[in-house]
């Protein structure tokens, strides 16, 4: 049982001294939730079930976890894309971190959006991966909501958005649940000058959602949590996916799939187009 | 020259024009040019007495490769009908690559512009050189007729509007 695989290694790794801690999905009867597992004795609380939703990479960044030592981090395919970007910016040193994936079918009941076309079930580059994963079909395609907005005219869109960001309260909780959302000091929080707009209306939640949707330009490694985590329930992730999908179509690059690929952002190429420019 | 801060910028784009319409309409078009190229290009167009519209307003900045996109934004939020931005031909860059970096992500943001509905004829990227004081007035030309031919932006203005 994946269950009993997940905690014998963690338990094992702790034992070991290999890690100080173990960033998983713990349990008490209720549904699982972020934990912090020090203490071998305390990994039977570790569980992986389909409301494992976190992406837990979001810890690794953290100073009050790293004050913790060592740490091991349980990932589902999504978030094991993460670390790749968080190492190749530099915010991670991919040995000092023990990355165990695990197998997974997909999240949530009805399954998330993401999982529905997910075709990462085996997380790629960790340093082991527990379970199998016995659904490994795309059923939608990638961008399959994304065609659906685009099908609109471009007033529709912008009406469709307009509504959007009038229900916005400006809770950054997409920001803050992001793992590649790290900056210190975000340009949201900066005000010489307020160049977003800082106020929860439609003008400053637009600029604000631009921002952070092109902040993930070529970064953004669709695990959706900014999503999940929205508590008026605005489809984010078609603002990742926009960006996402002009970076897989110009750069063929699909961010964390493969640590030997680059980034796409902060560099250039001379054969860039520029058929859009007079 | 004195370095050209974001506040600087904000505060131009800020006061480039009142936000109501004025009697018939003219178009309200914020350029955004490098200083090194289509500044000087400007600048030609000015020493040679081309004619071209008042429409625009230009805002100076250091490099394409400066030109946050956010003061995109801040354009229409300001009330802008189009927005230029321009800046030096590939291989003529001042600080050698910032216009390579700049094309790259226009490339990126177009797209996301696109899905927000954000009407992408409204926003002009080109390359004028300090010798194209021709292509200045032409392209600046171009864009008044075009937005002209657009109309105010009017769902921008609303939603402007909207959150006060």
């Known amino acids: ?278 | 020259m004195r370095p050209i801060g974001e506040q600087q910028v904000v505060q131009e784009v800020e006061t480039s024009g009142d936000t109501e319409e004025p009697k018939g309409f003219e178009p309200r078009v914020i350029a955004y040019v490098c200083n090194w190229c289509t500044y000087l290009g400007a600048d030609l167009a000015g020493t040679n007495r081309l004619e071209y519209p008042s429409n625009v307003r230009i805002v100076r900045t250091p490099c394409t490769g400066r030109i946050d996109f956010n003061l995109v934004v801040k354009a229409f939020e300001a009330g802008a009908d189009s927005v230029i931005v321009s800046g030096c031909h590939p291989g003529d860059c001042h600080y050698t690559v910032g216009n390579y970096h700049a094309r790259r992500r226009w490339m990126m943001f177009r797209p996301l512009l696109e899905t927000l509905g954000i009407d992408l004829d409204r926003i002009h990227f080109a390359w004028v050189s300090a010798a194209e004081g021709k292509k200045w007035a032409r392209l600046v030309s171009e864009v008044t007729d075009q937005t002209r031919a657009l109309g105010p932006y009017k769902a921008y203005k609303d939603l402007v509007r909207g959150s006060r």
């Open chain 1, 1 to 278: 049982m994946t269950w009993q695989r997940l905690r014998d290694t963690c338990r094992s790794l702790l034992e070991a001294g290999t890690v100080d801690v173990v960033i998983g999905y713990g349990s008490t009867g209720g549904a699982p939730h972020p934990a912090f597992v020090t203490d071998p004795e305390a990994t039977d609380q570790l569980v992986f079930d389909d409301r494992c939703y976190q992406n837990l990479t979001l810890y690794l960044t953290r100073a009050d976890v790293r004050r913790l030592g060592r740490p091991a981090v349980v990932v589902k395919g999504c978030d094991a894309r993460a670390v790749v970007v968080l190492e190749q910016e530099a915010q991670l040193v991919r040995e000092d971190v023990h990355v165990i994936g695990v197998a997974c079918d997909g999240v949530g009941h009805p399954r998330a959006a993401k999982c529905r076309a997910c075709d990462v079930h085996v997380p790629p580059g960790c340093d082991e991966v527990v379970g199998e994963a016995a659904e490994g079909t795309e059923v939608d395609g990638r961008y399959a909501e994304l065609d659906e907005l685009m099908g609109l005219s471009v007033e529709e869109r912008f009406a469709y958005w307009a509504g959007e960001m009038e229900r916005c309260v400006r809770c950054y909780a997409c920001r803050q649940v992001c793992p590649l959302c790290y900056c210190p000091v975000c340009v949201m929080d900066k005000n010489r000058p307020q160049v977003i707009d800082a106020s929860p209306h439609a003008k400053g939640n637009l600029a604000f959602h631009i921002t952070r949707a092109f902040h993930l330009a070529g970064r953004c490694v669709g695990c959706d949590e900014c999503t999940r985590a929205c508590p008026a329930g605005i489809n984010v992730r078609l603002l990742n996916q926009s960006v996402a999908r002009a970076v897989e179509q110009q750069f063929d690059v699909r961010p964390g799939m493969d640590p030997a690929v680059g980034p796409v952002t902060g560099t250039y190429s001379l054969a860039d187009r520029e058929d859009f420019i007079r």
